[in-house]
């Protein structure tokens, strides 16, 4: 997406547009699919706002912690730069800690708060799979398959929100959309083959997906000497 649009004197990327559209859509798929209990959705929906927010100012405001230098030289510079990857993985630290206070603050129901989340995710990663397939006109085999994979989980989801009240039942949606995604990133452009064929990337969700297994296992065997022993 190396197209862009003059605002004012910012330049807006159409890709900073399309994760836009992507994160209302998420929200849009929160208002809707959400259960009818209105102070709870309006809550979650508040909280995870603001996570959205506070996300983007610690990624965008720490360009002046990894780039103090270039910034004291130029202050407007940090109205066009960001912190990159690693004020990407600050930003995450900062929003995970702000949940899980804010939750425990206001005793959200946390089952309710993770499946809002993964909603969320699934309708903006799937938005913005669709996107950029339409307008880098480009490796729409993989962002095809990215679509399929969100829309499929998202279905999942809403289908057994009831049954998703402890977690272990988080357990097998997780491992298999871990699964899902090594496999659809055999169509990812460039990938370099790190070990036995697969990426780095798959190498990471595989590792995951065999983590969850096991837990996943040690749980039902956990739930069932508890009813052996009732």
Not at 24 to 43: D, H, Q, W
Not at 157 to 176: G, N
Request: charged letters at 10%; one cysteine or more; glycine letters at 6%.
């Amino acid at each position: 997406m190396s197209d862009a649009f003059q605002i004012g004197p910012f330049l807006l990327k159409m890709s900073t547009l399309a994760v836009i559209v992507s994160i209302a859509s998420g929200f849009l798929a929160i208002t809707f699919l959400f259960p009818k209990e209105r102070a709870t959705r309006v809550a979650i929906t508040e909280l995870l706002s603001n996570a959205v927010v506070l996300a983007f100012l610690v990624w965008k405001l720490s360009y002046a912690l990894f780039h103090l230098e270039q910034m004291l030289q130029n202050p407007s510079s940090i109205l066009y730069f960001s912190g990159g990857e690693s004020g990407a993985w600050l930003a995450a630290v900062a929003v995970a800690v702000y949940l899980v206070v804010t939750v425990r603050k206001k005793a959200l129901p946390v089952q309710l708060v993770a499946w809002a989340m993964a909603i969320g995710f699934l309708a903006a990663a799937g938005v913005h799979h669709l996107l950029t397939a339409l307008l880098e006109k480009g490796g729409v085999w993989y962002h095809g398959q990215q679509l399929v994979l969100c829309l499929l989980f998202l279905g999942w989801l809403q289908r057994v929100r009831e049954a998703l009240t402890e977690l272990p039942a988080w357990l097998a949606p997780l491992m298999w959309y871990a699964i899902g995604q090594v496999y659809v990133l055999f169509y990812f452009e460039p990938r370099q083959a790190v070990l036995l064929g697969l990426s780095a990337e798959q190498l990471a969700y595989y590792g995951c997906a065999l983590l969850l297994l096991f837990l996943s296992r040690r749980a039902t065997q956990a739930k069932g000497e508890a009813l052996d022993e009732a």
